[in-house]
């Protein structure tokens, strides 16, 4: 190649260089926010919950169209309380509430103009519960983002069809660049009608993976209407460009029990992964097999650990309250975090990458050693420098600490133990 050829080549190169997302600074503090907060509640609801049986109901049971949406003049939520949701979620130390505004069924929690499939058009309800949950999460200083299915198992224009969705009973035919327009179009309302929206959660991506889903359009169009907004996709692999965090499905990132992440290398966005309470994202009756609080307590410390945020869900009911189960381990991991919160909110991950027996996030002047499972009264730990004291965060009394060649020991004795998590405080030099 030539000089010359080689300057004209880079020169064509500039305009897509150019093109590529800088975040703007309302953006890079949000990002900044997100990292502090820590912990957010997950909110899956839609009319599936009238069945009881998870959020995925209508393709499980092979049900058409017209057999679904039977279930809309089923869902009258009337107990449906934004203030105590909101509250719970306060109250279980949460800093934010992610929540279906459509879900793969379609069904939009708003008063859509787009589509008569919505609450307040199909439904006895007739409210448009997004609104009134995020009238109060703007009461509340809660902030709000919305989950958003790009697959819907509706529309008739979401075609040709990916892997799931086959038993709608809808003709095989569509305008998929129709249906991009019609998504567009929703995400518009929900980011100009709700106030200020703190970001997008996008899903559903994975279900046609090889399809042209126009995301620049649309990442550019969220952030044109709300630059401050963050938008992350559950799509399974690295990020795209125009994304602010990256997400990971009920596994720590770097981690891959679900098989789901497998393709998904930790890039260098802000970080969140989700898990639900009991088995179920969707409310699900039948679902008992509910989590401790110290093993939810635990997964938000390991996330805080390995510099992730902790998205909790719950599923409420079609009458529109959270139920108790729910209620009481959101409680729970409150009170832990009222009395252990320092040691979460406002951390990075700390110097030592993540162990079996837990993990270290830290602050400006402190490392927080939490020992989440570690019986033995001796803790080795890596060489760390420049660390002056270690103290038991709980009482503030002296941790023994003993440097030797490799690293350091700590002493843990059985009194200076915690049954959650023993965390010692690590001060800076
Ligand atoms: O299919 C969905 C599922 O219903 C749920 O919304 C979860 C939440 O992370 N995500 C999807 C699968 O990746």
């Known amino acids: 190649m030539t000089a010359l050829t080689l300057i004209v080549a880079l020169l064509l190169a500039l305009p897509a260089a150019a093109q590529k997302y800088q975040p703007s600074p309302e953006n890079l503090e949000m990002r900044r926010w997100f990292q502090d907060a820590k912990f957010g509640l997950f909110i899956h609801w839609g009319v599936y919950s009238v069945l009881g049986a998870g959020e995925w109901v209508m393709n499980n049971n092979k049900m058409t169209i017209a057999e679904y949406e039977k ?46 499939w919505n609450i307040v058009d199909a439904t006895p309800y007739k409210k448009d519960v997004l609104k009134m949950l995020a009238e109060e999460c703007h009461r509340q200083g809660m902030k709000l983002f919305f989950y958003h299915s790009h697959l819907d ?6 075609y040709p069809r990916g892997r799931t969705g086959h038993y709608s009973g809808r003709p095989e035919q569509g305008d998929f660049n129709r249906y991009l327009d019609y998504m567009d179009a929703q995400l518009e309302e929900l980011l100009t009608g709700y106030g200020p929206i ?54 720590l990132p770097g981690h891959n029990t679900t098989g789901f992440s497998g393709e998904a290398e930790i890039g260098d966005l802000p970080l969140e992964t989700c898990d639900t309470i009991n088995r179920s994202w969707g409310y699900n009756k039948n679902d008992q097999r509910f989590k401790s609080p110290r093993e939810l307590i635990h997964y ?30 959101l409680a729970e991991i409150g009170k832990w975090l009222r009395a252990n919160g320092e040691s979460v909110y406002g951390t990075r991950g700390g110097p ?15 490392i927080y050693v939490h020992v989440l499972d570690w019986s033995d009264e001796l803790l080795p730990l890596p060489p760390l420098e420049r660390v002056r004291s270690a103290s038991l965060f709980r009482t503030g009394r002296p941790v023994k600490m003993t440097r030797m060649d490799g690293g350091i020991v700590l002493r843990l004795p059985p009194p200076a133990r915690d049954p959650i998590d023993t965390i010692v405080v690590l001060e800076k030099e």
């Open 352 to 366: 030592i990458t993540p162990r079996p027996w837990g993990v270290t996030t830290q602050s400006a002047s402190k």
């Open 71 to 116: 279930l809309a003049p089923r869902f009258n939520p009337t107990e449906f309380d934004p203030a105590e949701w909101v509250r719970i979620a306060k109250d279980a130390g949460m800093k934010y509430i992610t929540i279906t505004s459509k879900h793969h069924d379609g069904f939009a929690m708003w008063h859509t103009r787009q589509s008569k």
């Open 153 to 158: 198992w509706h529309h008739p224009d979401y």
């Open 300 to 329: 938000l410390v390991r996330a805080a650990g390995y510099n992730a945020n902790f998205l909790l869900n719950v599923g409420p009911m079609p009458n529109g309250r959270i139920q108790p189960e729910f209620v009481e381990r």
């Open 198 to 251: 703190a970001g997008i959660w996008f899903d559903g991506w994975w279900d046609k993976k090889d399809a042209d889903w126009r995301l620049q359009k649309t990442y550019s169009l969220i952030h044109r209407l709300r630059p401050a907004a963050l938008i992350g996709n559950n799509h399974h692999v690295k990020p795209f460009d125009g994304e602010d965090f990256q997400m990971f499905e009920k596994d």
